[in-house]
């Protein structure tokens, strides 16, 4: 009979993040969840747990990883991003829609998904649902916050495209900034703007020990517009 190779000498990695030089992976601990402590409405809920990851020093809770997907190939592609906005009509990213990898998959494919890990608290939020753009209007209130350097290197980046060299990208930042010379209202480039993911599901995860982590997930009823609540298995 053969034996199992136990050394696993022939993996690069395997079985990361344990404690204590072990291959376990680590428990969580930290907390339980609910149904009775959820509110009726994703959104509020989501605007608590933001809130109190903000209050706990989670580092950047803004932090998303935001899932597209091309059709019809199906190739998914995923990317961290930062959510700048939240309110009773879904989470808000801004990035480049003309050139980069999302705007393709978004054109051709319209669902999207992001996922918050909030390590701090063992938190987990899942949103899954459809993209709308923003306006050019909606968009420059945002647009207007960043720093100067941001703002022109919307203009300037062909987001995702091929650079020959570093210095290809200078030049265009350089040529952003002498059209720009002397204006410090800057318009939001056309191909640059807000991203809002409308939820159909949202769920929220605790971790717990041994894996049995507590899932709730939202689904909104298309016909009444009300929120069902349901407990996932892990």
Not at 50 to 62: D, G, I, L, M, T
Not at 80 to 102: A, C, F, H, P, Q
Not at 205 to 220: E, M, V
Request: with cysteine; charged share 30%; aromatic share 10%.
């Amino acid at each position: 009979m053969a034996l199992c190779n136990s050394n696993n000498s022939s993996k690069r990695i395997f079985a990361p993040g344990g404690t204590n030089d072990s291959h376990q992976a680590e428990q969580y601990t930290k907390g339980s969840l609910e149904a009775n402590q959820l509110d009726s409405s994703p959104f509020s809920q989501f605007d608590t747990w933001f809130k109190h990851a903000q209050e706990e020093n989670v580092r950047q809770p803004e932090t998303v990883t935001l899932s597209t997907a091309e059709l019809p190939s199906g190739r998914v592609h995923a990317r961290v991003v930062y959510l700048k906005e939240m309110d009773d009509r879904g989470w808000v990213i801004y990035s480049n829609w003309d050139t980069s990898t999302k705007a393709a998959d978004v054109r051709s494919n319209p669902h999207a998904a992001l996922t918050f890990w909030w390590h701090e608290l063992e938190r987990q939020v899942r949103v899954e649902g459809v993209c709308e753009r923003l306006t050019s209007e909606e968009s420059q209130v945002y647009y207007d916050t960043r720093i100067r350097g941001s703002r022109l290197g919307a203009w300037a980046s062909r987001q995702s495209s091929m650079l020959k060299n570093r210095e290809e990208l200078e030049r265009q930042v350089s040529e952003v900034e002498k059209k720009f010379d002397g204006h410090d209202k800057i318009p939001v480039p056309e191909f640059w703007g807000g991203l809002r993911i409308i939820p159909e599901s949202v769920e929220f995860w605790q971790g717990r020990p041994s894996r049995l982590h507590d899932r709730f997930r939202y689904t909104k009823d298309e016909k009444t517009g009300e929120w069902r609540l349901d407990r996932l298995s892990p």
